[in-house]
């Protein structure tokens, strides 16, 4: 199946830094990408859905300006986490589909952020 | 609105087989999917149905009724690493994916 690469899988990270996290399609073209947060025991939650070239649409109680995302090529989304706290800890994940057809959705390999 | 139910946890024996329900409402229908998630790790494809009935993978199967709203996933001969979280999510009209909660699938010798 299709691979969908994300960096890094594991960070720790001091409280008000920022952290980036990329998400890349290494094999296929993927218009629209997704940021989803899980946090210990509980399913996926939708953040935002991220589309090339345009601006990312955030789920409700989201905040973009500490959630940037930004899906410059149609290999590539990034989501930053700015000015961490710790109740910003947990595990973030993106998925992306490939451009042109409603198949199944490829994850990333998952985010593990610690702020500490 | 939109909504995926799945039972929380199940309990079974290796060997054995086991079935995990989802019933689920959509705006719209663009097919159920299932995915394996263990622990600490970003959930992995198993079957994606759109048609009503059976599809078969192995040890996994996946059901549908679009008329019924339900679904289940069906596992075989089970092995104690298919101990794990199984995802239930619907595809609306929009093509985006709802999610269930998950079913915690644990495993006993």
């Known amino acids: 199946g299709a691979v969908v690469s994300q960096h890094p899988s594991r960070v720790i990270c001091k409280s008000g830094t920022s952290v980036k996290i990329e998400c890349r399609s290494l094999?296929?073209?993927?218009?629209?990408m997704f940021w989803y947060r899980q946090f210990p025991k509980q399913s996926l939650m939708l953040m935002a859905t991220s589309n090339e070239g345009s601006k990312a649409t955030y789920e409700q109680g989201v905040e973009k300006d500490k959630f940037l995302i930004n899906h410059a090529s149609l290999t590539l989304s990034t989501l930053t986490v700015t000015s961490a706290h710790p109740e910003d800890s947990s595990f973030y994940i993106c998925?992306?589909?490939?451009?042109?057809?409603?198949?199944?959705?490829?994850f990333g390999q998952g985010t593990r952020l610690t702020v500490v | 609105g939109q909504n995926i139910d799945q039972p929380t946890e199940m309990t079974a024996t290796e060997g054995a087989i086991v079935q995990i329900n989802c019933t689920y409402q959509?705006?719209?229908?663009?097919?159920l999917f299932w995915y394996q998630q263990h622990a600490g790790e970003a959930p992995t494809f198993l079957s994606y149905n759109v048609l009503d009935g059976l599809e078969e993978k192995g040890r996994f199967s996946s059901f549908l009724s679009r008329s019924k709203g339900y679904s289940y996933l069906l596992l075989k001969e089970l092995q104690m690493k298919d101990s794990a979280s199984y995802l239930c999510?619907?595809?609306?009209?929009?093509?985006?994916?709802?999610w269930g909660a998950g079913t915690k699938l644990i495993i006993k010798p």
């Open positions: 959509t705006s719209g229908f663009n097919g």
């Open positions: 094999d296929f073209q993927a218009t629209t």
């Open positions: 998925s992306a589909r490939p451009t042109g057809g409603h198949t199944e959705a490829f």
């Open positions: 999510a619907g595809m609306d009209s929009n093509y985006q994916l709802i």
